[in-house]
């Protein structure tokens, strides 16, 4: 997989301008920011840290010097997993965030991806390919369900 990977001027299937949007692999501890500020912005900054982030790899969209979204991508037995997926609030409705997680589906042509969705999050992921895999849980006061793609 490709460290850094530029969008094509010509692919632009938003009424946003995307020329200067790069996908590159992020700094765990920028990683851990954004983690924090988007998604657990009331829990401890330890929380959104987990064992496996050493092993894993973690991209995201830099979009004029900043990163506005991001991924972290773990192997497992199972498949591609993918956690821990936010944009910036500021930045969440532009499209980031679905060029990251296309970019991620296109890269990985064939093998299984999976992630555990928070529910209300469930169709954004359907229009990737991602189906309900399992049945709804709970975990940290959110409700998750598997999502795949065979």
Known sequence: MDASWQFSSSFTPFSYNFTDMTIQEIPLETVWQIRHQVMWP?????FVRIPEDAEAKHFGVVMADQVVSIISLFET???LQFRKFATLTSEQGK???SYLLQHVMDTHPGQ??????RVEKQAFYE???LFARSTTFEKSGKSYVRMERD
């Open 112 to 117: 299984k991806i999976w992630c555990h969705a």
């Open 42 to 46: 009331e829990r401890d900054p330890s």
């Open 127 to 129: 229009k990737f390919g």
């Open 95 to 97: 499209g980031y965030g």
């Open 77 to 79: 037995p199972e498949g």
